[in-house]
């Protein structure tokens, strides 16, 4: 068990839906981090918050956002969904930036 | 433009032997590399580190040799263990530039008994 906890675990949605995924860090980390993992491409780095503020960015789409709240838990919120988005979504949490990120179990979403 | 590769997608390691997982990678800023072990279902687990600055780091049965010049770094199972069984990947990423991970597309690994 790694500590950091994300729920759902399996989301299934139509094209055209929102959603939000949500991610709770290990106790004492403050950054959050945002993965993709499609079949096609690998996991892919989307963004970082570092206590509530955001401090890096991947190849997230304009569809997406995150925020990270005062209790360091994170949101990632996926707009006007497109079957392409269906996905694992992986959330990981460090102390720092140059420690090893912790990675949560996923959230499954499936587009229909 | 894929910056850290795996290229062999599998390995099959009779158990008790040594394993060996490869990266390679192409982006001199990277300065720390990292090893992860997923199994199905569940999130990519932290195995073992290694800065730029060290060309070895060993923890337990993991060890893990870094060849900068080569852009190359190795992961050595000794001795493996069925439960290794799982798919491996290598991250690396530039320290104070978002820290963000880079990954490899990962090897799997199958420990026979």
């Known amino acids: 068990d790694s500590g950091v906890t994300q729920t759902p675990k399996h989301l299934i949605t139509a094209t055209g839906q929102r959603v939000t995924l949500r991610c709770s860090p290990r106790?004492?980390?403050?950054?959050v981090y945002w993965y993709q993992q499609s079949l096609d491409q690998g996991l892919q780095f989307l963004i970082q918050?570092?206590?509530?503020?955001?401090?890096a960015k991947g190849n997230i789409l304009e569809r997406f956002s995150a925020q990270q709240f005062p209790d360091l838990h994170s949101e990632l919120n996926l707009s006007s969904l497109e079957l392409g988005d269906s996905a694992l979504y992986f959330c990981?949490?460090?102390?720092?930036?140059?420690?090893?990120?912790?990675f949560g179990d996923g959230t499954r979403l499936s587009i229909l | 433009d894929q910056q850290v590769k795996q290229n062999s997608p599998s390995l099959s390691v009779q158990e008790g032997r040594i394993s060996i997982l490869n990266c390679d990678y192409t982006?001199?800023?990277?300065?720390?590399f990292l090893w992860y072990k997923k199994y199905p279902a569940e999130g990519p687990t932290f195995l073992i580190s290694i800065s730029s600055i060290k060309d070895k780091n060993e923890d337990g049965r993991f060890t893990v040799f870094l060849n900068k010049s080569a852009k190359h770094l190795s992961l050595h199972i000794v001795p493996s263990q069925p439960g290794d069984s799982a798919v491996y990947f290598c991250?690396?990423?530039?320290?104070?530039?978002?820290?963000?991970?880079?990954f490899g597309g990962g090897t799997r690994l199958m420990v026979k008994p």
């Open positions: 990981a949490s460090s102390i720092r930036g140059d420690q090893p990120q912790h």
């Open positions: 918050y570092y206590n509530g503020e955001e401090r």
């Open positions: 982006n001199s800023m990277f300065d720390y």
């Open positions: 106790s004492g980390d403050l950054s």
């Open positions: 991250a690396a990423n530039v320290n104070n530039a978002g820290n963000m991970l880079t």
